[in-house]
């Protein structure tokens, strides 16, 4: 419910207050036609009594309750956040620009420019293994579920011998984690180039292999070669999308302060800055209005540890500096801890850092997630299937088990009283037996044939998502690794900014509980029962 305070002097309104969506000022008559006409279109006012919820690729999913009501400051990301990337279209582009200079100047052959670029092969979370050159997709307990070499599937078996004797150790300098949208297209060159090169019989220096691609990436994004391409035709590169200067508008209005923070060099920020608030005089004059403070080449994940001092850009209303650390930040804003959110794309660099070196809450951006959820729409039919069929396979095989035994016991019992049974009797028996093992071979060939179905499901509905590696979120049964960081370290995570659209601004995100298996069976999880506790 929404209560309002109205004060009247000489007659005039002058203010109003709005709680929950409070402000730390009082609004002024403008502003508050500004609110006013915000509460009215606010999805998120009906959202709070459950008459609409946002789409599911739109929503706001949470791990750690979060009240926006609290946060008075948040800070973002920039590549893959704010701004984000056609993916296909950029990764063509660094995979073209990485083969033609591992060519010209590190000596691979000109056969390998006759690759072409798979933009399904990688996913973040996977593993690059640079001493046996495999790729590798672990599950929650960092045992590794599949593995492909070159871009061929390793066998159930030799990945066993391989891995299974322990877990991967994520600070080993022989695996590399693929943790950012920028690394998927080294990790499908990796595996390209070890099936092409060892398809020519060649010997590949595995660890060798994956510096010189990481080099001559990095060298790419240095040299400014990338960059250029992406600033000579930025609507090639770049998505802009119409629901992100709203979603920002949405925060600054509730009074929260904006800022960025991105390891992206000056001129880069500005440019990408620039592009994305093109025509955005509804909402901003332009982005030095929006955003309070922009740290740039701030090295995170640095930034959130020592950082370095910054070196101030540009003053004014947007304060745009070089480098720059968390308390330094902390500092300047005045604001501290947990009343600071920041969204980010990168686990690693944005998330998981933040979290362990402050208190701030994180927001992570999932851009995969749209198609995670649409693919499981779609799939929907296929799993009922698959739950119908391993239903019924359960059955059966309870019955298969329930009937051996029947069998175990007839055979035992004509061995011990064969000597005190008569003929007819023993008839009986052996037709009894004969009965049940045509039953027995009855539900044999249906076992197989639910196994084969189930087999088929499976696959299928994994192909839909990702025709290597399967869901994102999941992998032999448990969450994958990339699922359990993101629950570990994100407060809450979304595919994409605009969906704060869809919510209030001061909103309460509120977590479900994860039960515990054996309160699956009671579902005493699904109820808060400390809650009256902890308030008393
Ligand atoms: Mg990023």
Known sequence: MIHFTISYDDGLLKTIIAYPFAERQPLNKSDLKHRLNEIINDPGATNAVGIQRPAPENRIFTNRNLKLSRILAVGFDLDYTLAQYRQEQLDSLVFQQTVAYLVAEKGYPESIQTLKYDH????????????????????????????????????????????????????????????????????????ALIDHLEGRGETVNYGQLFSDIRETVDLKHRDHSLKNEIMRQPGVYIERD?????ALYRFARSGKRLFVVTNSEADYTEFVLDYLFRS??????????????VCTESRKPSFFEAGRPWEVLAEGPCFFVRGGSLRQ???KLGIAGDEIMYVGDHIYGDILRSKHSSSWRTCMV??????????????????????????????????????GNQVKLLYQFKEVESDDLDPDELNRIDQKIAEINRKLEKN?????????????????????????????????????AFAEQIRDY???????VSNFN?????????????????EMETHTAELDFDEPLERS
């Open 120 to 191: 399904q092969f990688a996913i973040r979370g996977l593993v690059i293994d640079m001493e046996l050159g495999n790729v590798l997709k672990m599950d929650k307990f960092r045992y590794v579920s599949l593995a492909f070499h070159g871009l061929q599937v390793i066998s159930g078996r030799s990945r066993r011998e391989m891995y299974n004797q322990e877990r991967v150790t994520f600070s080993s300098k022989r695996f590399r984690v693929v943790d950012t949208l920028f690394e998927l297209v080294e990790t499908y060159l990796y595996s």
């Open 242 to 246: 119409p629901l992100l200067l709203p």
């Open 280 to 293: 955005s005089d509804a909402y901003f004059p332009s982005w030095r209005q929006c955003f309070e403070l």
């Open 329 to 331: 930040l902390e500092a």
């Open 366 to 403: 999932v851009p995969e997630l749209k198609e995670q959820i649409r693919v499981d729409h779609e799939v929907r039919p296929l799993i009922l299937d698959l739950m119908g069929c391993e239903s019924k396979r359960k059955e059966l095989a309870m019955e298969f088990h329930m009937r």
């Open 444 to 480: 044999n060939r249906e076992l197989s044939r639910l196994l084969y179905r189930s087999h088929q499901l499976r696959s299928s509905i994994s192909s839909s998502f990702n025709p290597y590696w399967g869901r994102l979120f999941q992998t032999g049964g448990q969450l994958s």
């Open 490 to 496: 994100a407060c809450i995570y979304t595919s994409s």
């Open 502 to 518: 869809f919510y209030s601004s001061q909103g309460y995100l509120q977590s479900h509980v994860t039960p515990m298996p054996h």
